[in-house]
């Protein structure tokens, strides 16, 4: 089992910046792929970010790169996302999970394990 706890989200304006937090405990973190999601009222969760464990491969969304990154800390086993340049769009619930595969994948049946998430509000 691996619990997944998220921070960081809140309620900010466009042009902002927010760092969410993923506090893992349980199994061995630094095993997993770690990846971001997201959901936004009436829409199917999407895929944001991920990470692998030597943190040397990361996969990003389309619509985020070059705005956010992903980064590791396997000693703190914690994940993060570092979001720039918010866009009102980018209001989601964003959950964090983790993935018993090698690289950085996109596909949410590929994550084994999920937090409840934390909601981030970006106003224009």
């Known amino acids: 089992q691996v619990q997944l706890v998220e921070s960081g989200g809140g309620l900010v304006q466009a042009g902002d910046s927010l760092r969410l937090s993923c506090a893992a405990s349980g199994r061995t973190f630094s095993n997993y792929v770690m990846g971001w999601f997201r959901q936004a009222p009436g829409r199917e969760r999407e895929f944001v970010a991920a990470?692998?464990?030597?943190?040397?491969?990361?996969r990003y969304a389309d619509s985020v790169k070059g705005r956010f990154s992903i980064s590791r800390d396997n000693a703190k086993n914690t994940v993060y996302l570092q979001m720039n340049s918010l866009r009102p769009e980018d209001t989601a619930v964003y959950y964090c999970?983790?993935?018993?595969?090698?690289?950085?994948?996109?596909?949410?049946?590929?994550?084994?394990?999920w937090g409840k998430g934390t909601q981030v509000t970006v106003s224009s």
């Open positions: 999970a983790s993935a018993t595969v090698s690289l950085p994948t996109t596909r949410t049946t590929d994550y084994n394990y």
């Open positions: 990470i692998n464990w030597s943190s040397r491969n990361t």
